[in-house]
């Protein structure tokens, strides 16, 4: 069965934390991580570039000269790709959709490995919570400092209804929060370490545990 070692906010060790085997020992699949990884980026990707067709650019009302006559090509428009100020022909648009589809249980099963991994290399840190008085980034980097993952790019995961805890690390270099119903796989992978308190593990498993 998966466990981590447990702290507490004094950097102290108070035990150990049994996980869920089904979220947190799972084997890994490159294949399948790869997979969610490229469709949760291409799923956030939003096309910025737009060209107008030759239907959408001003001007070209009227035919730019005769048809017969002046030795001169033919032309209808001056709104022709072919003309200067002209529209566009096949350029990059902003209706694109770049949505990949995977399967809810695919996601699961790739979120699950991550975690496991996370688990297996002990980069995760389980804190038995984690209380101020009010938003305290003085507080917080001193809790952080005594943990395994000081120094080190840290993902801080909470319940979401720990507000305090996110605006204390707002200012902190290296430390990102997240609250447990948001987590992805894109942001396990890019942190090194993922510190996250037991109510929100607790949560983590809730969630993301299911058929």
């Known amino acids: 069965m998966a466990k981590v070692t447990l702290y507490n906010q004094l950097g102290e060790t108070t035990g150990d934390l049994k996980l869920d085997a089904l979220l947190f020992d799972v084997k890994a699949s490159p294949a399948l991580v790869h997979e969610a990884v490229v469709a949760q980026t ?8 737009h060209t107008k067709t030759r239907g959408e650019v001003r001007g070209g009302g009227r035919k730019p000269w005769k048809q017969k006559g002046t030795g001169r090509a033919r032309h209808g428009s001056r ?3 072919i003309w200067i100020g002209g529209g566009i022909t096949f350029g990059p648009r902003s209706i694109r959709n770049f949505a990949k589809k995977m399967n809810r249980k695919a996601r699961r099963k790739a979120l699950a490995m991550v975690l496991s991994d996370k688990v297996a290399h002990e980069k995760i840190v389980a804190l038995e919570g984690l209380t101020f ?4 980034t003085r507080a917080l980097s001193a809790v952080l400092a005594k943990l395994p993952s000081s120094g080190k790019k840290t993902l801080l995961v ?3 209804e720990n507000k305090v805890v996110a605006k204390s690390a707002k200012n902190l270099s290296g430390v990102e929060t997240l609250p447990a119903n948001a987590l992805n796989i894109v942001d396990l992978l890019r942190y090194e370490y993922v510190v996250v ?3 929100a593990i607790d949560l983590i498993t809730k969630l993301y545990n299911r058929a």
């Open 158 to 160: 909470t319940v979401p």
């Open 197 to 199: 308190t037991k109510s």
């Open 79 to 81: 709104r022709s790709p």
């Open 133 to 136: 008085d009010g938003a305290n």
């Open 42 to 49: 291409a799923n956030a990707r939003s096309a910025i570039a």
